[in-house]
């Protein structure tokens, strides 16, 4: 199996572009890390991305989602008092750890395993503006099993409205072994 970076150069911010690519499976190669494509894709951008940053000093992701009120699921969620599903918040700061764990360099596609904790201290309603995600990497794992553990935060409009402690994130198929995840 490829590593992610023989197929990609790590950059410091990725463009909706970038994403999409992403999602597509074409961007860290083939059997890789790969994000959703929409309307699952969570994030429009990463404006910041690093191996050192962060609140442990292990790396980072900072990424950005613009609100607009016609997302699909405000339409349904709930019908006369609209709000974004806070596991959709949650999704995608899984999908900003997956992200970090190919970018860094590991190889197998990324799977959600499990967080810690969750809270929610506010919402996201169509009214909003931007969501921001900001990632810090606790732990990462590297070997027969990839393992990335992170905390993160999500704000909406720079007001701080959930909080996700030890999310944690492995990749599959890793060198084409038994990986220990599940669905693998």
Not at 18 to 39: C, E, R, V
Not at 109 to 115: E, T, Y
Not at 122 to 143: A, N, Q
Request: charged share 20%; hydrophobic share 35%; with cysteine.
């Amino acid at each position: 199996m490829s590593g992610p970076h023989d197929f990609h150069t790590p950059q410091s911010s990725y463009t909706k572009e970038d994403l999409l690519i992403s999602g597509q499976g074409q961007l860290f190669g083939p059997g890789n890390a790969q994000l959703p494509i929409p309307p699952m894709l969570m994030m429009d951008r990463i404006t910041e991305i690093s191996l050192d940053g962060g609140e442990f000093g292990k790396g980072h992701v900072i990424g950005e989602y613009d609100v607009k009120p016609d997302l699909w699921f405000f339409q349904c969620h709930f019908p006369g008092d609209p709000v974004m599903p806070g596991c959709l918040g949650l999704d995608a700061m899984w999908q900003a750890v997956g992200y970090w764990l190919g970018w860094s360099g590991s190889p197998g596609k990324g799977r959600a395993l499990g967080v810690g904790e969750v809270k929610f201290t506010g919402e996201i309603t169509p009214d909003k503006k931007l969501v921001k995600y900001v990632i810090d990497i606790k732990r990462v794992r590297r070997g027969r099993l990839n393992l990335g553990i992170a905390n993160g935060r999500v704000y909406v409009d720079d007001e701080h409205v959930y909080t996700a402690l030890d999310m944690k994130v492995g990749l599959k198929n890793v060198l084409g072994g038994d990986t220990g995840i599940p669905g693998a």
